[in-house]
């Protein structure tokens, strides 16, 4: 079991592996696809983007509300193709990588090599296990679209598993 | 005649919502169990034991298993000797599902399917209707994710292609969903009936327990040949490759029209959450 601390260098970033076990810890940010949506009018528009992309994580997902006394819900990874179309040109714009579910296009590995990145898998399902790993949890944007807003998150020990490394190599 | 009054039904929605937020079924759980005791393949090994850790602390916590606490699917048999009175049926199912959305700390998950605005409450559910005989209303409670839901199918297959077309739909459908609906799937499977009837029995099917066989040998046949062939693709625990793609292939038959052969694939990811009740 890898323990990675973000955000990632591309030292780091060079000697992950696909198929790799992780636990990640540090900021990371949900954005699904109302989000992307949104990003991609903001771009269209050339409008500032109201958080920074440069090196970030984006995970998709889309939390349950908090209880009281907790940082999240249940915050399990979503389905990445849906995002297909959106990745590759915010990975050329320099973020970081992603975390989701399942596999994503052709174009996707390929950008991800291109930019040095990285792509993690979480566990499908595992909502309450992710939620638990979330220490902070903050709408940073797009508050109208409720659990598709984007949060940044603190996370502590967040397991995943290294799905396409910059290499190419998929473990699908 | 029984009078039954919809706030009864409402209330009961409500608690088998809340329920079935947090809880996966006793027979998913235990078909988890034996995948992953069978699971040779490393990552597939350690998807299983994030899961089966997952299942446990959202009971402990009571809090959602998955984020994805789904649409509402709400079926209803509902005995002919029944009154419904104080107001719609369906506002009173809406009225359960509203409220356990918000008192679960569930999350909505319900928008405009052109606008994409979200309808705030998780309503309206999906609801469906059957008169039987009887004084008594039986209550299935199926909150449905859609990672799984859009890898779901519906073929319109000639007569001529018989069973090995039917296996090979459902095959098929599998196949090609890979890893996206978060595998190992339960897959529902509805043959015959009518294009909108198929689709109904395939969601039927995944109301049964994970591992019950049709009770007709045919049909029993044709669920353990597909998950057969299924567990033979490799797909495995998220799509980490391993044994076990599918917990179960559950299929439910009508009669059709002699000019056709509906088969309707729905997809189930491994949180199976069903509830069901009788009033």
Known sequence: MIKLTLPLDKKTVKSLKAGDSVLISGTIMTARDCAHKRIFEYIKEGKKLPFELKDAIIYYAGPCPAKPGMASGSCGPTTSTRMDSFAPTLLDMGLGGMIGKGEMSGEVREAIKRNTCVYFAAIGGAGALYGNAIKKSECIAFADLLSEAVYRLEVVDFPAVVAYDCDGNSIY | ?279
């Open chain 2, 1 to 279: 005649m029984r009078i039954v009054n919809t706030k009864k039904i409402a209330d009961t929605v409500y608690k088998m919502a809340l329920h079935a937020g947090v809880n996966l079924t006793p027979s998913c759980l235990k078909a988890l169990n034996e995948a992953h005791e069978i699971e040779s393949g490393e990552a597939a090994k350690f998807a299983y034991e994030t899961l089966l850790q997952n299942a446990k602390v959202a009971c402990e916590k009571n809090m959602p298993v998955c984020q994805d606490t789904g649409m509402a699917v709400v079926m209803l048999e509902i005995g002919q000797e029944v009154f419904l009175e104080d107001g719609l049926l369906a506002d009173a199912v809406n009225d359960g599902v509203r409220r356990a959305y918000s008192d679960g700390y569930f999350r909505k998950s319900v928008c405009n399917p052109i606008t994409r605005v979200n309808t705030g409450d998780n309503t309206p559910a999906a609801i469906h209707t059957e008169i039987v005989a009887g004084d008594k209303i039986k209550i299935t409670y199926l909150p449905k994710g859609f990672g799984s839901e859009n890898m779901s199918k519906l073929y319109m297959l000639k007569p001529a292609q018989g069973v090995e077309g039917i296996i090979g739909a459902i095959v098929e459908t599998v196949k090609s969903a890979g890893s996206r609906p978060c595998p190992p799937v339960y897959v529902g499977v509805g043959i015959g009936g009518s294009f909108d009837t198929c689709a109904y029995l395939a969601k039927k099917a995944i109301t049964r327990e994970v591992g019950e066989k049709n009770p007709d040998k045919v049909i029993a046949e044709i669920e353990s040949e597909a998950l057969k062939r299924i567990n033979a693709l490799g797909i495995g625990c998220q799509g980490f490759h391993g044994n076990t793609t599918a917990l179960g292939v559950s299929c439910e038959c009508a009669p059709t029209h002699i000019a056709g052969l509906p088969v309707a694939v729905n997809i189930q990811c491994h949180c199976v959450r069903c509830e069901k009740e009788i009033i």
